[in-house]
C-alpha cells in the first residue's frame, strides 16, 4: 500500500527500451538489491531502468539511503562482452564506440545528473597500468588523463578506475570506470549461493526471484522503483509459496466471536494455532469485500507479479486487511522477519502465542467472552478460571 502511495518511487519507462534480451542488467540489479537488504548500514534503497532523464547512463540507476541519513546516488551504463574481450585504451579515446570517453562527456553535458556518481560498468577486463596518462582533446578543451585505481566496494566486484583530470571538468569528478565485473554466469551463482546460504532453500526460490526482476524489467510505461519493501515482501512470498492456505472468502456473515479472534490476530505480528484450527481460521474473513478493492488489487497484482484470479487472500494481506496463514516450515522465521509490518497466523503443534501478550483492551475481550471445559465439567468463562487461579 505504502508503495503505491509514494510517489517518489514512481518513474516512466523510456518507450522502445523493454529488451528481454538484457540478462546481464536484470542479473546484476537482482545481485545488487540483495545486497541491499543484507546490509544492516542500508535504511532502503530505489532501483530502476531506462528513465529518459539519465541519457546514456540510464541502464540502471540507483539511489541508497543509508541509516546514518548519507544518500548515495548512481547511474549506470551497463556493457556486456561474452568472451571478456580486452578494454583497450584505444577504446576511450575513440570518438565513438561503447567506450568512448568523448561520447559520454557529451550526454553528460545534455543530461541533469551532476549529484549521481556514473559509473561505466563492464565484465571486459582493463590493460591499462594505473597511473597511465591519456591526451585527449574532447569538444574544444584539450583534457589531460589520469587513470586512477579507486576503491568503490558497494557496486564493485572486479576493478574500479577514475580518471583525474586537469583541467577540473564536472563528468571527470563524476566518473568511474568499473571493469572486470562479475560475468553472467558468476552472478546467477552469487544469488542461488545467497538463497542457499540465507534462507536453506531450494533452487526454485533463487530462480523465481531472477523471474521477478526480469518481469518488473520488461514492464512499460509508468512504473514503481524497486525499494526495500517491495523487494523484502517479494523475497517472502516466494519462500512461502508452498506453505500458505488462501481464506475462504465467500461473503458470509461472521459471528462476534470470530470478530473477537480476528481482532487478537491482527493485533499480532505473528500468532500459532495447532493445525486443526485451519478449517475455522480460513473462514474469519470470509466477509471481507474484494469486488470494491479491484482497482488497488490489480495495481498490487502488477507490481508483484502475481494473478488475481487465484492470489485474492494474498492481495488483501498485502492490504493489510487480513493474515498470511502459513505452515511451519524452517525457513518461516527468516520469511517472516523481512516483513516486520505485515501479519501471519502459523500453524503449528507446537506452544501457541500466549494470551498475555495482547493488549490490555483484548485481553479483557477474551477472558469474559470465551469459555472452557475442565476434566468434562460445565464450561465457564475464562475470567472465572483466572479468578479461581
Given at each position: 500500500?505504502?508503495?503505491?502511495?509514494?510517489?517518489?518511487?514512481?518513474?516512466r519507462k523510456r518507450k522502445g527500451t523493454t529488451?528481454?534480451?538484457?540478462?546481464?542488467?536484470?542479473?546484476?540489479?537482482?545481485?545488487?538489491?540483495?545486497?541491499?537488504?543484507?546490509?544492516?548500514?542500508?535504511?532502503?534503497?530505489?532501483?530502476?531502468?531506462?528513465?529518459?532523464?539519465?541519457?546514456?547512463?540510464?541502464?540502471?540507476?540507483?539511489?541508497?539511503?543509508?541509516?546514518?541519513?548519507?544518500?548515495?546516488?548512481?547511474?549506470?551504463?551497463?556493457?556486456?562482452?561474452?568472451?571478456?574481450?580486452?578494454?583497450?585504451?584505444?577504446?576511450?579515446?575513440?570518438?565513438?564506440?561503447?567506450?568512448?570517453?568523448?561520447?559520454?562527456?557529451?550526454?553528460?553535458?545534455?543530461?541533469?545528473?551532476?549529484?549521481?556518481?556514473?559509473?561505466?560498468?563492464?565484465?571486459?577486463?582493463?590493460?591499462?597500468?594505473?597511473?597511465?596518462?591519456?591526451?585527449?582533446?574532447?569538444?574544444?578543451?584539450?583534457?589531460?588523463?589520469?587513470?586512477?585505481?579507486?576503491?568503490?566496494?558497494?557496486?564493485?566486484?572486479?576493478?574500479?578506475?577514475?580518471?583525474?583530470?586537469?583541467?577540473?571538468?564536472?563528468?571527470?569528478?563524476?566518473?568511474?570506470?568499473?571493469?572486470?565485473?562479475?560475468?553472467?554466469?558468476?552472478?546467477?551463482?552469487?544469488?542461488?549461493?545467497?538463497?542457499?546460504?540465507?534462507?536453506?532453500?531450494?533452487?526454485?526460490?533463487?530462480?523465481?526471484?531472477?523471474?521477478?526482476?526480469?518481469?518488473?524489467?520488461?514492464?512499460?510505461?509508468?512504473?514503481?522503483?524497486?525499494?526495500?519493501?517491495?523487494?523484502?515482501?517479494?523475497?517472502?512470498?516466494?519462500?512461502?509459496?508452498?506453505?500458505?492456505?488462501?481464506?475462504?472468502?465467500?461473503?458470509?456473515?461472521?459471528?462476534?466471536?470470530?470478530?473477537?479472534?480476528?481482532?487478537?490476530?491482527?493485533?499480532?505480528?505473528?500468532?500459532?494455532?495447532?493445525?486443526?484450527?485451519?478449517?475455522?481460521?480460513?473462514?474469519?474473513?470470509?466477509?471481507?469485500?474484494?469486488?470494491?478493492?479491484?482497482?488497488?488489487?490489480?495495481?498490487?497484482?502488477?507490481?508483484?507479479?502475481?494473478?488475481?484470479?487465484?492470489?485474492?487472500?494474498?492481495?488483501?494481506?498485502?492490504?493489510?486487511?487480513?493474515?498470511?496463514?502459513?505452515?511451519?516450515?524452517?525457513?518461516?522465521?527468516?520469511?517472516?522477519?523481512?516483513?516486520?509490518?505485515?501479519?501471519?497466523?502459523?500453524?503449528?503443534?507446537?506452544?501457541?502465542?500466549?494470551?498475555?501478550?495482547l493488549d490490555a483492551r483484548l485481553l479483557a475481550?477474551?477472558?469474559?467472552?470465551?469459555?472452557?471445559?475442565?476434566?468434562?465439567?460445565?464450561?465457564?468463562?475464562?475470567?472465572?478460571?483466572?479468578?479461581?487461579?
Open positions: 500500500m505504502q508503495i503505491l502511495e509514494d510517489p517518489t518511487l514512481l518513474f529488451n528481454k534480451g538484457s540478462d546481464y542488467e536484470n542479473l546484476i540489479i537482482a545481485e545488487l538489491i540483495l545486497s541491499f537488504i543484507n546490509d544492516d548500514k542500508v535504511k532502503d534503497f530505489k532501483v530502476w531502468s531506462n528513465d529518459d532523464n539519465f541519457g546514456l547512463f540510464d541502464d540502471i540507476v540507483i539511489e541508497i539511503e543509508f541509516v546514518n541519513g548519507k544518500i548515495d546516488k548512481y547511474a549506470m551504463q551497463v556493457k556486456y562482452s561474452n568472451d571478456a574481450r580486452i578494454l583497450t585504451k584505444n577504446s576511450l579515446t575513440e570518438q565513438k564506440g561503447n567506450f568512448s570517453i568523448e561520447k559520454y562527456h557529451a550526454d553528460f553535458k545534455k543530461s541533469k545528473i551532476s549529484d549521481y556518481k556514473i559509473l561505466l560498468y563492464t565484465n571486459r577486463k582493463f590493460d591499462i597500468s594505473e597511473g597511465l596518462e591519456i591526451d585527449r582533446n574532447i569538444k574544444t578543451s584539450n583534457f589531460n588523463l589520469i587513470i586512477q585505481q579507486v576503491e568503490n566496494s558497494t557496486l564493485n566486484s572486479g576493478r574500479c578506475f577514475k580518471l583525474a583530470s586537469e583541467p577540473p571538468d564536472a563528468f571527470f569528478d563524476n566518473f568511474f570506470l568499473l571493469t572486470n565485473q562479475t560475468d553472467v554466469d558468476g552472478i546467477r551463482k552469487n544469488i542461488e549461493d545467497y538463497f542457499h546460504q540465507k534462507f536453506n532453500c531450494h533452487d526454485y526460490s533463487f530462480k523465481k526471484f531472477i523471474d521477478f526482476v526480469t518481469e518488473w524489467s520488461n514492464l512499460e510505461g509508468k512504473m514503481v522503483k524497486l525499494c526495500k519493501r517491495l523487494v523484502q515482501t517479494k523475497i517472502t512470498l516466494i519462500l512461502l509459496s508452498e506453505l500458505y492456505h488462501p481464506l475462504i472468502i465467500n461473503g458470509s456473515n461472521i459471528t462476534p466471536h470470530m470478530n473477537l479472534l480476528r481482532n487478537i490476530i491482527m493485533n499480532c505480528h505473528t500468532i500459532s494455532f495447532v493445525k486443526c484450527t485451519e478449517n475455522v481460521l480460513v473462514t474469519l474473513w470470509s466477509d471481507l469485500e474484494s469486488e470494491s478493492a479491484k482497482p488497488l488489487l490489480t495495481k498490487l497484482s502488477r507490481l508483484y507479479h502475481i494473478s488475481i484470479d487465484n492470489n485474492i487472500s494474498i492481495l488483501l494481506w498485502l492490504m493489510g486487511n487480513c493474515p498470511l496463514i502459513v505452515t511451519q516450515n524452517p525457513v518461516l522465521v527468516k520469511a517472516i522477519n523481512l516483513c516486520p509490518d505485515l501479519n501471519f497466523v502459523i500453524l503449528d503443534d507446537s506452544e501457541g502465542t500466549k494470551v498475555s501478550n475481550d477474551v477472558v469474559t467472552t470465551f469459555r472452557c471445559s475442565l476434566q468434562g465439567k460445565c464450561d465457564i468463562s475464562l475470567e472465572n478460571v483466572f479468578r479461581r487461579g
